[in-house]
């Protein structure tokens, strides 16, 4: 099975985000349509028609890139592997492509080494027929003949992942809706609009023999000696369901003995999450021709087709929505028995919360998207001179519907609004390069562009009454955005050898690439890049390098700013059911390039061609990073931060070989880096760019990116919380900064083990510190839901460490729920749905085995291969927080990693794949 072949680089782009560019190729020809995914997210991309893809990464994740035909690749996402916009880049060099490298399929000479033949000498190389003979990765020789060719091989693929659910909230499973009244816990029924689960022991209480809407086995009523039913529990937790996903791919080719073929390829992928009924499909076809036109000559020629659906997007918050509906309801409520009333109206245990299947049932989030491209490339080489002429188009339509409709709990207006986001692309690229001896070389680039970007988006409100619901309205607004880009982009980079510079010993490498870039939405629109390195190599016969990389490289802001994620700012923690996008991110016209300088100390060594060595040290500075800016009802996409980051990363490789057949290898990576807002371009001393209007992560002069930023207790100069006339701590009203979330460092540990046709892979990750906020467990807290307040709220006589406002040392002791006090008042309802965010703020450290991997090529012929794969992901996780993990990101946005608010549940994910091919 052939390997993928990766470029990677990476650009900083977006509010504190990383997005992770890169380009897919096939014997150095772009390959659209790939599939690259974020491993255990729903973080999803294709490559464009030239092969080029960004997605959106943070340090640690683990990327899979996979295509019909190919063998899937994953990468591991540190900063070892990245390089900087526009750079010249080596491909990765793992043990999955150095085979590939070797061109196995080679024509045999003379100086190949040796292999294994499956055909009789004589007879074989005796037919005059032959018209090549191939070596594959096994060293099997084998021969192809002429009626070999014109003739159709075909490859059928098919991957089965299933998921399950782990690391889910606990819940406490004693205790009923209701409050106390004169100093006793009292049920409260539905209709009386109580949400608390402050109320009885669910063991006091049964069912009568009066079924009802809400209760069908009966009302619930105070149980007395010999009458009624116990009550039915029920575990929110099986209220997620295991996910699913199938992919079956289809690829045809027919090749000729010049080595001219047509190819067809076909995906078609469907799934599920673990919200019930959520799904998604996918169709992907491809057909790529290439041909040798002469012997320095040929072209390729790729028409691909995208077709995505997902009913579940999200866009309006749903599925964070659904999750916080189905955790605060209480235990001895089962949602699954109805969702309407007679009425029409929601069947929940309060008419001021949702039932989640309501919110299903009712679900307005959808997203459809198809694009179409199409790439001509053609290549001409001859000695030393190569030159590429590329032209590629690409059309694509994404179209969303979202909004809330009549009877959601905390929503007194019915929205509906649909979306329709539409982008032309058109390029065209000429590369010239000339080769001198020994790797030296000139090259040329210059590239057209041009980009167009058509938003409509149609927000309906008004609602008289259900029927009108969504597309009939009173009144609605209508946002109509055409946006254009003209692009010339002229590059020029060579690279010069100087060698013996100790007699026989030392060479230097020197590097350079300069380019200008005019873009028509840019003010004062011309750009200039450059890039410079020096590679010191084999000073004394010591296999040791030396590298310096310095960029200084402008970049102007995408013409697309679809992270809606960014609305959620608009609102406090409170406001939650009533969240939605209603706002965008418009790039500007004029706008303000993004500018960073790079520098890099590198340092490699390799040690009897076993053990490598890669040390990299560091440091970059950003100019001009947009955010979001809110004034008011409106927001703006903004130039406003600068900031800079230092960085040590080591990568430790190792390979032994244990005779024929038996090999281990592994990977060991360490980053660590820091980074600090140096200034704000506003006149602002902050801006948040993730979570809610009273928990947020912020950018602060002077502070790492993305510290977290809330409510704390009141302390005094001496840093002691006080505390209040009644016994608990007081709220602050100002807020600070409580942890900063990213990571004091990460480590990568990647094995690979071989013996014979099989192959284990197993991989470990480890994450160092870095805060979360875990706004989940505070508002389980409120509502008397989680595992906490059940075991707790009985607590008596405790007294609270801290200093009354007088300044004495706290003696008054307090009951954590006292009866005959208002419900109001006890130890977690007292300071709001979102609680103290100090107290939520917990330690991100975690060390997990991320993926395991077992595959199986099966002995058949080089004309028949059958490859079988086994794997699972997230096998085991070790962390200092029990339900929150820093990798499930709020609203599947990377920008709100280290905010836990009813997000996603982590799966564990096992799969199999098999390939055949004939």
């Known amino acids: 099975m052939k390997k993928l072949l990766l470029f990677l680089f990476i650009s900083t782009i977006g509010f504190s985000q990383t997005i992770y560019k890169g380009n897919i190729s096939d014997n150095g020809m772009a390959l659209p349509g790939v599939t690259v995914c974020v491993v255990n997210t729903h973080n999803c991309v294709s490559t464009d028609f030239y092969g080029n893809y960004a997605i959106e990464v943070k340090v640690g994740d683990v990327l899979s890139i996979s295509y019909i035909g190919m063998k899937t690749k994953l990468i591991r996402i540190t900063n070892l592997a990245l390089q900087k916009n526009g750079e010249s880049v080596n491909p990765i060099t793992s043990s999955d492509y150095t085979e590939k490298l070797k061109k196995p399929s080679d024509s045999v000479k003379i100086a190949a080494p040796s292999g294994r033949f499956e055909f009789n000498l004589e007879d074989g190389l005796g037919d005059k027929n032959i018209l090549k003979i191939t070596r ?25 992942v299933y998921s399950s659910p782990i690391r889910l909230p606990k819940y406490q499973t004693t205790y009923a809706q209701g409050r106390s009244f004169n100093g006793q816990t009292v049920y409260q029924s539905p209709d009386s609009n109580e949400i608390f689960s402050w109320g009885p022991n669910v063991n006091t209480l049964s069912y009568s023999g009066n079924p ?11 149980k007395t000696a010999g009458n009624g039913n116990s009550l039915q529990l029920y575990d929110p937790n099986n209220f997620y369901r295991n996910s699913i996903s199938n992919k079956y791919s289809f690829s045809s080719q027919i090749e000729s003995p010049k080595g001219n073929f047509l190819k067809v390829n076909f995906i078609y992928k469907a799934g599920t999450i673990s919200i019930p009924t959520a799904r998604n499909n996918e169709i992907t076809s491809s057909l790529k021709y290439f041909r040798n036109v002469s012997e320095h000559s040929k072209i390729e020629t790729v028409l691909s087709y995208n077709d995505f659906e997902n009913n579940f997007s999200n866009a309006n918050f749903g599925v964070n929505k659904i999750i916080f509906a189905n955790a605060v309801t209480p235990i001895h409520f089962d949602n699954k028995t109805a969702s309407t009333l007679s009425n029409g109206l929601q069947r929940s245990y309060s008419g001021l919360e949702n039932n989640p299947y ?20 053609h290549k001409y080489s001859k000695e030393s001179i190569s030159n590429v002429v590329n032209a590629s188009f690409q059309s694509s339509k994404i179209s969303n519907t979202n909004g809330q409709g009549f009877y959601f709990a905390g929503n007194n207006a019915p929205n509906f609004d649909k979306r329709i986001e539409q982008f032309k692309n058109l390029t065209a690229s000429e590369t010239f390069t000339y080769n ?26 008004g609602f008289i009454t259900p029927a009108d619901f969504p597309n009939n309205s009173l009144s609605q607004n209508k946002l109509d955005v055409s946006q254009e880009r003209i692009e010339v982009f002229y590059n020029v980079n060579g690279s010069y050898l100087i060698k013996d510079i100790f007699d026989y010993y030392g060479e230097i490498t020197l590097k350079a690439n300069s380019s200008f870039n005019y873009s028509s939405t840019v003010k004062n629109d011309l750009m200039t890049n450059f890039l410079a390195s020096a590679e010191m190599r084999n000073f004394f016969d010591i296999p040791i390098w030396f590298s310096i990389n310095y960029s200084d490289i402008k970049t102007e802001p995408s013409l697309q700013n679809n992270n809606l994620n960014f609305n959620s700012l608009q609102y406090q923690v409170n406001q939650f059911h009533q969240l939605q996008n209603n706002l965008e991110l ?3 016209k004029n706008a303000i390039p993004t500018k960073e300088k790079f520098t890099n100390f590198g340092l490699y060594y390799n040690l009897n061609y076993k053990w490598n060595l890669n040390l990299n040290f560091y440091n970059k500075r950003i100019e001009n990073l947009y955010v979001p800016i809110f004034n008011q009802d409106m927001v703006n996409w903004s130039p406003e931060v600068n900031y800079k980051q230092n960085g040590i990363e080591v990568e430790i490789e190792r390979t032994n070989i244990y005779g024929r057949n038996l090999s281990y290898s592994f990977n060991f990576n360490f980053t660590y880096y820091k980074n600090e807002v140096t200034s704000l371009n506003s006149d602002q001393t902050k801006i948040p760019f993730a979570g809610f209007v009273d928990v947020n992560k912020n950018y602060i002069v002077g502070q790492p990116l993305g510290v977290l930023v809330g ?5 005094d100069n001496n840093q002691n919380v006080i505390i209040g006339e009644d016994g608990f701590p007081i709220k602050d009203s100002q807020p600070k900064i409580l942890g900063n979330s990213n990571p004091d460092f990460v480590i990568g540990f990647f094995n690979t083990l071989k013996y014979k046709r099989i192959t284990l892979n197993f991989s470990f990750d480890w994450s160092q510190g870095g805060k979360i906020w875990n706004g989940t467990q505070q508002t389980l807290n409120y509502y008397g839901k989680s595992e906490l307040t059940g075991n707790q709220r009985n607590i008596t006589n405790y007294v609270f460490d801290g200093v009354t406002q007088s300044g004495l040392k706290n003696t008054k002791a307090v009951s954590f729920y006292d009866p005959n006090l208002p419900l109001e008042q006890n130890r977690w309802t ?31 012929s080089s004309s028949f291969d059958i490859n ?49 091919k004939f």
């Open 212 to 222: 009802s809407e809400y209760y069908p086995q009966g009302d619930i009523i105070n």
């Open 358 to 377: 309501y919110l299903i049932e009712n679900n307005l989030d959808t997203n459809k998207s198809k694009t179409f491209s199409f790439n001509f490339n």
């Open 586 to 588: 418009i790039t500007p």
């Open 711 to 715: 409510s704390g207790y009141l302390r």
């Open 136 to 160: 594959n990765e096994n060293g099997f020789y084998s021969l192809k003949k002429g009626f070999e060719y014109n003739k159709l091989s075909f490859e059928l693929n098919q991957e089965f």
């Open 436 to 461: 001198f001896f020994n790797g030296q070389f000139i090259e040329s680039k210059i590239d057209f562009k041009y980009q167009q970007r058509q938003l409509e988006r149609n927000y309906f409100n």
């Open 830 to 860: 007292r300071y709001g749905v979102e609680g103290v965010a100090e107290d939520a703020i917990e330690d991100a450290t975690y060390i997990r085995l991320s993926s395991i991997n077992l595959s199986y090529k099966l002995p058949y």
């Open 868 to 916: 079988i794969s086994f794997f699972v992901n997230n096998a085991f996780v070790v962390s200092k927080s029990k339900t929150s993990f820093t990798n499930n990101t709020m609203f599947n946005s990377i920008e709100t990693k280290g905010l836990d608010y009813f997000n996603s549940p982590m799966m564990r994910s096992f799969g199999s794949s098999l390939t055949i």
